[in-house]
């Protein structure tokens, strides 16, 4: 192997490095983002971590959030997956919480991509840097959307398998397709790596299309089939992570509910909700125009006249209720923040932009590029664009309604992702393309006039069409008629000054490819330059996202985990197995922090049970007018107010974790029985559907009224009950229904018994015998359990065949040189045979 084939890839990893860097640097200083999900995260695996430190095994279900749910989408406990220890090498052994290395492998994974394809190591330098520091990847970091970062930062290790194998290189291609298949999964973003899967998908369509008009089908028909089976061996990988959360998906709301009134709705989200983030068609300006629609809420717009005029005014009224200080400055920067979008999406953190040069060279490959590659690249972009635009495009609702899967997905702009990292592809293999001399000179020309023309235009659309603007949203009635109008002045301000930065950004890229075309400067110059002028671009916006305030310490970070007065105050309850519900800080059922410190009501997840979203819906969220519905719950507090100022109302007559019914009320359907619930007081009858009444046919006339039923140890995964009666009994158990297939097996006396049924629409029910027993209630999900088998087996295939195939690939082959720029080649070429005739 030659060290010099080796030089320009330790200046790439360095130059990725220095980037990152230049980003993020206060996390190698101690510091980090204040990640709202990532908060909310750690809330809702409170009690998994306690059980892990207690016990060394996490559980499969917890009571930390929503009253219980399975842990397998808070965060999966599969031990089988052996391609863990390959993410944690990329990883560098860091969390994926740690911002920086999570960009900086999404850098390294494009850079090696784009090795593959073909491309100089510098325009892959070049790649790398601009799609870990895409606008997109900013929003989503500060965000804490940890998951979503790292399947994308990961994709494009998934495609280099995939050109790899149709390149012929069969082992290679094989190897690493299965593994990053695999790790893809593993990192747990389904939607992401549902959208990357359509995009291969369409890699595929178009690489056998190729192959019928090349009449290579030999090595199609080898690369297909090593690619399906590698790509079966990379998903069953990950089956216990992927049975477990398709079954668990049929009980949410992704599933379909028993409801009449939500028949029509079918099996998926509800299609208003699953496209409430739909990028507008015109929004997409915002690629180009950072700016077009006011920008976003997590944005910096100090110097506008709406930040001087609001700001001071919010912290007037903070100061007046006792808030001061960096908290007081931060919540009033939020809020001016706030007033600037006027799309039509619920909100933005920050409008995504593609970046000006970006766009300009994504043109320029359109017309330059040739072949497959390139109608991937453009198809691909195309189509995961169009995902964005959700109900505002007609694709999408014939994929929502036909094409499987789709409709489990929400928030579809989120595509945007996959939209910048196919564009930034074919831009790149444009500018190469441009230095390539087998191309015609004339046709380079033809290429930079279009791409100048078309991007400078779109621009140039813009500025024309800020004159005539309305600057108003459907958000907008939040506000008065004076501040709408400072508003809507800044907003034309903002999108006027971005307007004219794009295109100077446009004309200076323009204007370097034209003095290369002019002969007025050489290859190694013009990848350098325009490199930095697209990345400073990008860089630009990036700093309106991420900038040194929004960095905090640890230990600031940390503070939400400290219980207030009143958690302590909970917290001292000697009884350690009743739920919290907690309305400081507006919806509890889109916050987490309570399950820091107790079992609650409330918490934070995307894909809540059906039946307890409904019960949400028409109950929980009105609490002081459905008290029994919250003490069927077994909620012994509900807290009220702010903070430490927070008090905690005792709940009358808390049901306890399980108890006696003397007798049933028999309802014909799911909505007679939701209907039914609110009138139910704990102990007094059960509510069962007319389906199951042979379920319960064995209660006597004439129960045991002094029987008593009580929980006597308790694991999430594992609850055992002692009960005394004369009599058999009905007993309801304030956990919430999970189907008894899909996991919960039930025990008397240590041995198998009949499994739960529902009652109560949302509880558990079940018919116990007379006499003195025990009776235990145990998680055990085949699907979890047979899972990791399978899981195991084929993660150790991958991992020896991965270990095997680069092996064998660097003894035979050793590194490639990737050095391809046309020009310079000819003159390193010329270099050496002028150093061999004077030797």
């Not at 970046?355 to 359109?366: I, K, Q, R, S, Y």
């Not at 036909?402 to 489990?408: G, V």
């Not at 007081?681 to 007319?690: D, M, N, P, R, Y």
Request: hydrophobic share 45%.
């Amino acid at each position: 192997m030659s060290f010099n084939r080796l030089i320009p890839h330790v200046i790439a990893i360095v130059c990725m490095f220095v980037a990152t860097f230049f980003l993020y640097g206060p996390y190698f200083s101690g510091k980090v983002l204040n990640q709202h999900d990532n908060v909310q995260a750690k809330g809702s695996q409170a009690e998994m971590d306690k059980i892990v430190k207690e016990t060394g095994t996490a559980p499969l279900w917890t009571q930390s959030v929503f009253s219980g749910m399975p842990t397998y989408q808070i965060r999966p406990t599969d031990q089988g997956n052996y391609t863990k220890y390959a993410l944690r090498l990329l990883m560098l052994n860091q969390s994926m919480l740690f911002v920086p290395i999570v960009i900086f492998l999404a850098m390294f994974c494009t850079y090696l991509l784009l090795i593959t394809m073909g491309l100089d190591w510098r325009l892959a330098v070049f790649g790398g840097v601009a799609y870990g520091l895409s606008t997109f990847m900013c929003d989503i970091a500060e965000a804490g959307h940890s998951t979503k970062m790292l399947a994308l930062g990961l994709l494009p290790g998934m495609y280099m398998g995939a050109i790899l194998l149709w390149r012929g290189k069969y082992l290679l291609g094989g190897a690493l397709f299965g593994l990053f298949v695999a790790l893809q999964l593993l990192v747990n973003h389904f939607q992401i790596s549902y959208y990357g899967f359509m995009a291969l998908g369409i890699f595929f369509v178009i690489k056998w299309v190729d192959a019928f008009k090349t009449k290579h089908l030999k090595t199609a028909a080898i690369a297909s089939a090593i690619m399906i089976i590698t790509g079966i061996l990379g998903i069953s990988s990950n089956t216990s992570r992927l049975w477990t959360t398709y079954e668990y998906s049929k009980e949410t709301i992704r599933g379909k509910s028993e409801l009449t009134s939500k028949s029509s709705k079918g099996d998926g989200l509800d299609e208003d909700y699953a496209f409430g983030w739909s990028y507008g068609v015109g929004e997409s300006m915002t690629l180009l125009v950072p700016s077009f629609y006011g920008g976003g809420s997590s944005q910096n717009y100090r110097g506008t006249k709406t930040h001087d005029a609001v700001f001071q005014n919010v912290m007037g009224s903070l100061s007046e209720q006792g808030q001061t200080g960096d908290a007081a400055v931060k919540i009033a920067e939020q809020q001016v923040a706030s007033l600037f979008y006027w799309g039509n999406q619920p909100g933005v953190g920050v409008a995504i932009y593609f970046g000006a040069v970006l766009c300009f060279l994504f043109f320029l490959g359109c017309f330059l590029v040739d072949g497959s590659i390139k109608w991937w690249l453009l198809i691909s972009t195309l189509f995961t664009l169009s995902i964005s635009w959700g109900n505002n495009f007609f694709l999408n609702d014939l994929l929502f309604k036909y094409f499987p899967f789709f409709n489990k997905f929400r928030a579809v702009s989120m595509a945007l992702g996959l939209s910048q990292f196919f564009m930034i592809i074919l831009g790149l293999y444009g500018l190469q393309n441009l230095m390539n001399h087998s191309i015609d000179a004339a046709q380079k020309r033809r290429s930079l006039l279009f791409a100048g023309a078309i991007t400078g235009g779109l621009v140039l659309i813009a500025l024309i069409l800020s004159g005539g603007m309305s600057y108003s949203g459907p958000n907008d009635t939040r506000f008065g008629a004076d501040i709408l109008e400072m508003v809507k002045s800044d907003r034309k301000s903002l999108l006027r000054a971005d307007a004219i930065r794009s295109i100077l950004f446009i004309g200076s890229g323009f204007t370097l490819i034209w003095f290369y075309l002019n002969g007025k400067i050489k290859a190694n110059y013009l990848v350098l330059s325009i490199g930095l002028i697209a990345i400073l671009d990008v860089f630009l916006i990036d700093k309106r996202i991420i900038f040194s305030e929004k960095f905090t310490t640890k230990e600031q970070h940390a503070q939400v985990a400290v219980p207030t007065d009143v958690d302590k105050k909970i917290m001292a309850d000697k009884d350690p197995h009743f739920r919290v519900l907690d309305l400081r800080g507006g919806n509890p059922f889109s916050n987490a922090n309570t399950s820091y410190f107790h079992k609650s009501l409330g918490g934070y997840h995307a894909a809540k049970l059906m039946r307890y979203q409904e019960v949400i819906e028409k109950y929980l969220s009105n609490p002081a007018k459905y008290v029994n519905v919250v003490a069927l719950l077994n909620t012994k507090y509900i807290i009220q107010g702010e903070g430490d100022q927070g008090q905690a109302i005792p709940v009358p007559n808390p049901a306890g974790n399980a108890w006696f019914v003397p007798k049933t009320k028999i309802v014909q359907n799911a909505d007679e029985e939701l209907e039914a619930l609110g009138t139910i007081e704990a102990g007094s009858f059960a509510l069962i559907q007319k389906r199951d009444e042979n379920l319960v046919s064995k209660l006597p006339e004439s129960t045991d009224t002094n029987a008593t039923i009580k929980l006597t140890k308790y694991h999430p995964d594992e609850m055992t009950y002692s009960y005394n009666s004369a009599t058999s009994q009905l007993a309801v158990f304030s956990e919430i229904y999970y189907p008894a297939e899909k996991g919960w097996k039930m025990y008397l006396d240590g041995k198998p018994f009949d499994n739960f049924f529902k009652a109560d629409y949302f509880l558990r029910g079940l018919m116990v015998p007379s006499g003195q027993h025990e009776l235990k209630m145990e998680f055990k999900p085949t699907s979890f359990y047979e899972g990791e088998k399978i899981s195991t087996v084929s993660s150790l295939l991958i991992m020896v065949l991965s270990i095997f195939g680069l092996i064998w690939h660097f003894w035979k082959e050793g590194l490639a040189d990737t050095t391809q720029l046309s020009e310079i080649v000819i003159t390193e070429n010329k270099a050496k045979k002028a150093q061999t005739k004077k030797k």
